[in-house]
């Protein structure tokens, strides 16, 4: 009998330490605000309205983050939407399985400096006249200037798989791992031929991504992480001009690689004393 009561509580404690050196456990819950970087594929860019149908190619951009100098947009509570920030919350539908739903506010800039080939028409002769040989330059700004500012918004679910790597005392880390998907609303700024921009959110188009993260367990809640995504962005109807909102549009789509890092909590967890 003493063999037996003792192998009892050998087997009760090694399910018991297994079960504490989870720390994403079956029905927890993270809550997450962090910031991103972004990069951006060159893509052609389709411009369609009432006097107007061309294509500008191989168009180059870039992200645009809050300088660090504007430290107070970052902890302001009036401000933080302001940078290119994330926050998303994850349910536990398994131990170390996660459901994500998630807003990426990124920025998309297109590079004013540059000259692009042209391929299409214009009706209006004033701008008809800044295509030479089958290209525009778009660097004074008079043509075009084009950007998704308020901004390249990321509506996103996703799932993901997490493995501990590392257990210690007062911290854990996991290595995650998954897939997303999700819809594009931007506030798109355009300045298309001098008309007026259309300011805006629109349903633009749609969002495809793999991501995978390094993600610290501090003090059983509090989570430090660092995740990557690479993904493909289909957007079929950015709206560009209020004069007409319903019929000029631009069609795009591109690759984008993101680094997302930031602060999170999780609760209803368990751990390792």
């Known amino acids: 009998m003493k063999i037996k009561f003792l192998l009892l509580l050998f087997v009760t404690a090694t399910m018991s330490v297994k079960a504490q050196r989870e720390a994403f456990k079956k029905g927890s819950v993270m809550v997450f605000w962090g910031w991103n970087r972004g990069w951006f594929s060159d893509s052609d860019i389709h411009f369609y309205g009432q006097d107007y149908n061309f294509t500008l190619n191989n168009v180059s951009a870039h992200d645009r983050p809050t300088p660090l100098s504007n430290f107070s947009h970052y902890i302001n509570p009036t401000k933080i939407s302001i940078p290119q920030v994330n926050y998303n919350i994850t349910y536990f539908i398994k131990d170390n399985l996660g459901i994500t739903f998630g807003v990426d506010h990124m920025k998309y800039v297109m590079d004013q400096n540059q000259t692009v080939e042209f391929n299409g028409y214009i009706n209006n002769p004033q701008y008809a006249a800044m295509v030479n040989n089958g290209k525009i330059d778009l660097s004074d700004g008079k043509f075009l200037k084009y950007e998704h500012t308020n901004g390249l918004n990321y509506l996103n679910l996703g799932i993901q798989q997490y493995k501990q790597i590392l257990n210690k005392k007062n911290f854990d880390i996991f290595w995650g791992y998954g897939l997303g998907t999700g819809v594009f609303v931007p506030k798109t700024d355009a300045t298309l031929m001098g008309k007026a921009e259309s300011d805006h959110f629109h349903l633009a188009g749609f969002g495809l991504d793999a991501r995978t993260s390094v993600n610290m367990v501090i003090w059983n809640h509090i989570v430090a992480k660092a995740e990557f995504k690479y993904g493909y962005i289909n957007l079929p109807s950015v709206r560009t001009t ?32």
Do not use: H, R, S
């Not at 319903?246 to 993101?258: L, R």
């Open 242 to 273: 209020e004069e007409n909102v319903n019929i000029d549009k631009a069609v795009q789509d591109f690759t984008f690689g993101e680094l997302v890092f930031g602060v999170g909590y999780t609760f209803n967890t368990k751990k390792q004393k």
